[in-house]
């Protein structure tokens, strides 16, 4: 049997991020071969993860970023089970690499695409093993947009500071300057998506079948009405559903006064222009 220095010890601590004794053991098993002790580090991983299947995983994190052309932004979640691994520092690494892939992918949504999605060298699921391997815990990927203006206009992106929740939207302008006037607003609107959560953007946006649904709710709740008023009360009823609903009718968490639509109209008519939100998209963890 090889004898097992404390230096190559080190030197797979250093490759795989395990504890000392888990090195030790695994280059034991291994006769000192680095590869295979690796291999059965990253097993260890692998039977973690099948062990804590069914475990859930409600804590994590939220990671959004935009290139420095502000024309792309991509934004991601990485969950475990607590929020001392989400804050482990190896955890933060591995997350910031699938934010990497977000850029990378083929699609703009659907965490299942970054798996096979390649980060230094590796598919980030061979990360995604690895990092289990070090932590114990589940952990998995959660959501994924990626959004790319495809005329002129802004990405709004914002992160709740519990980096649990966040939004991005995207706003179409008029020209590049109403683009820029109306970035904070974007920005605010994001604010706006992480906290009330609205189901639609409009109410062209809204299904039907939803609507109809609540029509006959509305109707029934309504049916010992005088006849004659009965479709105007159903008529009122859903037209608070919508505005409930739908954001550019919410009124704005940061001015109460106005809705998210009128906010956004008169920042970019302030300057000069029109703009208009074309899509949002909303990820939370938990």
Same mark, same amino acid.
């Given at each position: 049997?090889? %004898?097992?220095?404390?230096?190559?010890?080190?030197?797979?601590?250093?490759? +795989?991020?395990?504890?000392?004794?888990?090195?030790?053991?695994?280059?034991?098993?291994?006769?000192?071969?680095?590869?295979?002790?690796?291999?059965?580090?990253?097993?260890?991983?692998?039977?973690?993860?099948?062990?804590?299947?069914?475990?859930?995983?409600?804590?994590?994190?939220?990671?959004?970023?935009?290139?420095?052309?502000?024309?792309?932004? *991509?934004?991601?979640?990485?969950?475990?089970?607590?929020? =001392? *691994?989400?804050?482990?520092?190896? =955890?933060?690494?591995?997350?910031?690499?699938?934010?990497?892939?977000?850029?990378?992918?083929?699609?703009?949504?659907?965490? %299942?695409?970054?798996?096979?999605?390649?980060?230094?060298?590796?598919? =980030? +699921?061979?990360?995604?093993?690895?990092?289990?391997?070090?932590?114990?815990?589940?952990?998995?990927?959660?959501?994924?947009?990626?959004?790319?203006?495809?005329?002129?206009?802004?990405?709004?992106?914002?992160?709740? =500071?519990?980096?649990?929740?966040?939004?991005?939207?995207? *706003?179409?302008?008029?020209?590049?300057e109403v683009a820029q006037a109306v970035k904070s607003v974007a920005d605010g609107i994001c604010m706006h998506i992480?906290?009330?959560?609205?189901?639609?953007?409009?109410?062209?946006?809204?299904?039907?079948?939803?609507? %109809?649904?609540?029509?006959?709710?509305?109707? %029934?709740?309504?049916?010992?009405?005088?006849?004659?008023?009965?479709?105007?009360? *159903?008529?009122?009823?859903?037209?608070?559903?919508?505005?409930?609903?739908?954001?550019?009718?919410? +009124?704005?968490?940061?001015?109460?006064?106005?809705?998210? +639509?009128?906010?956004?109209?008169?920042?970019?008519?302030?300057?000069?222009?029109?703009?208009?939100?074309?899509?949002?998209?909303?990820?939370?963890?938990?």
């Amino acid at each position: 049997m090889a %004898e097992i220095t404390a230096a190559t010890v080190m030197k797979l601590r250093k490759m +795989s991020g395990q504890g000392m004794m888990d090195c030790k053991k695994a280059l034991s098993e291994t006769d000192g071969d680095l590869d295979a002790a690796m291999q059965i580090l990253r097993k260890k991983g692998l039977a973690t993860m099948e062990k804590r299947a069914s475990r859930d995983t409600t804590e994590g994190k939220v990671l959004c970023k935009v290139t420095e052309d502000a024309k792309t932004a *991509v934004m991601v979640s990485l969950c475990s089970e607590t929020d =001392f *691994v989400a804050k482990n520092d190896d =955890f933060v690494a591995t997350a910031e690499k699938l934010l990497q892939c977000g850029f990378a992918a083929p699609t703009e949504q659907g965490g %299942e695409t970054l798996m096979d999605i390649e980060v230094d060298g590796k598919k =980030f +699921s061979e990360l995604l093993t690895d990092l289990v391997s070090k932590t114990g815990e589940k952990t998995e990927v959660g959501d994924y947009a990626r959004y790319t203006l495809s005329g002129t206009g802004v990405i709004g992106t914002y992160v709740h =500071f519990n980096d649990k929740v966040g939004a991005m939207v995207e *706003v179409e302008a008029s020209s590049d300057e109403v683009a820029q006037a109306v970035k904070s607003v974007a920005d605010g609107i994001c604010m706006h998506i992480t906290a009330m959560n609205p189901p639609a953007l409009d109410r062209d946006s809204v299904d039907p079948a939803i609507i %109809e649904k609540e029509r006959a709710i509305a109707a %029934e709740q309504v049916k010992d009405k005088p006849a004659n008023i009965i479709d105007k009360i *159903v008529d009122g009823k859903i037209g608070k559903f919508l505005k409930d609903i739908c954001l550019t009718e919410q +009124s704005f968490v940061k001015d109460d006064s106005k809705t998210v +639509s009128q906010t956004l109209t008169d920042a970019a008519k302030a300057a000069g222009g029109e703009a208009k939100i074309k899509r949002f998209v909303r990820i939370e963890i938990g």
